[in-house]
């Protein structure tokens, strides 16, 4: 039986310019993250996301929010490849 993959949240900005801010803001405060292409399910008006994951969650939060640099919004991967709204 395959071992389901954890968790994942995946962020939303409003463009490029914010999603590169936010990556180099989340790095330098020590949030380990990953830049990704925005999962098909999720809509954006930039082609790019940073995926997280729920243990980084409030310490993202916290370095986002210090920087002003908060995201448009936040999805988190359920069970069947589903996403789910939720806050930040």
């Not at 380990?32 to 809509?43: D, K, N, Q």
Request: proline share 10%.
């Amino acid at each position: 039986m395959a071992r389901a993959a954890p968790p994942e949240i995946i962020l939303i900005f409003r463009g490029t310019h914010q999603v590169m801010s936010a990556e180099k803001i989340l790095k330098g405060g020590g949030v380990p993250m990953r830049l990704i292409p925005v999962p098909r399910r999720l809509t954006s008006d930039c082609g790019l996301a940073i995926r997280i994951f729920p243990p980084d969650k409030d310490r993202a939060r916290k370095v986002l929010s210090r920087a002003g640099l908060l995201p448009r919004s936040v999805h988190i991967l359920r069970e069947g490849e589903m996403y789910e709204e939720e806050p930040f």
